[in-house]
């Protein structure tokens, strides 16, 4: 399986972007997704994650400002990020599991995307 991210890019302060994430040769009828960032010098963040039963989690930074959401039959996984802000500022990634429990280490996530570059200025 591999996991190809898009819809990075650069935003001002108080705008949105869609990331979205597409998941080739990976199937399982239940799983964890979910999405990661990483700004040099600091460990990857779980951001949210969805599991195959529609439960959604969220990290208390993003809270209220962005959605995590899947669509099965196209193998994508989404993040919409509303509100931006520069401290959103980061390297986004993917990662998927074939289990229903969401770690918040990527090192629990057997497939894992290449990343997509998200830059916010004020």
């Known amino acids: 399986g591999q996991l190809v991210e898009s819809g990075g890019g650069s935003v001002q302060a108080g705008g949105s972007l869609r990331l979205s994430c597409t998941a080739f040769?990976?199937?399982?009828?239940?799983?964890?997704m979910a999405w990661f960032r990483q700004t040099p010098g600091k460990e990857r963040e779980r951001v949210a994650a969805?599991?195959?039963?529609?439960?959604?989690i969220y990290a208390d930074s993003v809270k209220g400002r962005f959605t995590i959401s899947s669509d099965n039959a196209k193998s994508t996984l989404y993040l919409q990020m509303n509100s931006l802000k520069r401290e959103d500022t980061a390297r986004y990634y993917c990662a998927a599991r074939p289990e229903l429990y969401c770690p918040l280490s990527t090192l629990h996530f057997g497939y894992r995307g290449q990343g997509t570059q998200v830059s916010v200025s004020s």
């Open positions: 969805i599991g195959s039963d529609g439960m959604t």
């Open positions: 040769g990976y199937s399982y009828s239940s799983y964890c």
